[in-house]
């Protein structure tokens, strides 16, 4: 089998905006030259668009045209390594798509552990934040939350009151393992990250305290938020205000 037929089959059989590199193709390093001729004709034809130099997708056609990926799929291969998760969107990005703020942000926050990742992909400026812990697919959705918390004040059109709502509804959702796990994370983060995760934990499960992150906050130490008792009942005790 050729080089154009061997990518055009595996191509074939991807989801309609699968993005891509070279890297990602079964291809040897010499078929490199060949590869590089067959996707652009297969940019011609219209099976494939360059999303941004030596980053491709799968074209998905609409009534409207051609359908461009989300910027998670954009990001992809920025995100992982093969299947192993790395780093993860953040910022104002992070709190549109979970329905916070309707901002769009000109730049996307990318947070990884190991590397600084800067990048341009089409219209997209990505910028680097570095993560407070090695980032992976079984904890990044909780780093997720956790810098929700940890950007309270700064996240765009949005009541403190309604952030507070919005992570408790999905704390309440995790399984007591999950916690656990959160737990652990959160001692990573700044100790105002700390006191918000153990009061809206403790009022989740109020005959489970959360002694290693009472423990962790200086209690001299008081985070001022302004928020009201009924939105979080023990938040004294947690040294919010």
């Known amino acids: 089998m050729t080089v154009a037929r061997k990518i055009e089959a595996q191509i074939g059989k991807w989801q309609d905006g699968t993005t891509f590199k070279y890297q990602e193709l079964a291809i040897a390093p010499e078929e490199y030259s060949a590869a590089a001729k067959a996707i652009e004709r297969l940019i011609k034809k219209g099976t494939i668009q360059r999303a941004s130099t030596g980053l491709f997708y799968k074209s998905k056609i609409t009534a409207f045209g051609n359908l461009k990926p989300n910027e998670e799929a954009l990001l992809k291969p920025y995100l992982f390594d093969g299947k192993e998760r790395i780093a993860y969107i953040t ?78 509804q999905k704390f309440k959702k995790l399984s007591k393992k999950e916690q656990q796990k959160l737990i652990e994370i959160a001692l990573k983060y700044p100790p105002r990250v700390r006191s918000l995760t153990g009061a809206i934990l403790n009022m989740i499960s109020p005959k489970e305290p959360i002694i290693q992150l009472k423990k962790s ?13 009924k939105v979080l009942p023990n938040m004294e005790y947690w040294n919010i205000r």
């Not at 906050?217 to 009201?228: H, K, Q, R």
Request: aromatic share 8%; with cysteine; charged share 25%.
């Open 91 to 168: 910022g104002t990005a992070l709190f549109n798509r979970m329905g916070l703020t309707t901002q769009v942000p000109k730049n996307i926050r990318v947070a990884c552990r190991g590397k600084r990742i800067i990048t341009k992909v089409g219209s997209l400026q990505v910028k680097p934040v570095k993560s407070y812990l090695e980032v992976t697919n079984q904890n990044y959705y909780l780093l997720e939350f956790l810098d929700i918390l940890k950007d309270i004040k700064t996240i765009p059109d949005t009541e403190k009151s309604q952030v507070i709502k919005f992570v408790v």
């Open 217 to 229: 906050i200086n209690p001299l130490t008081v985070f001022e938020y302004g928020l009201d008792k």
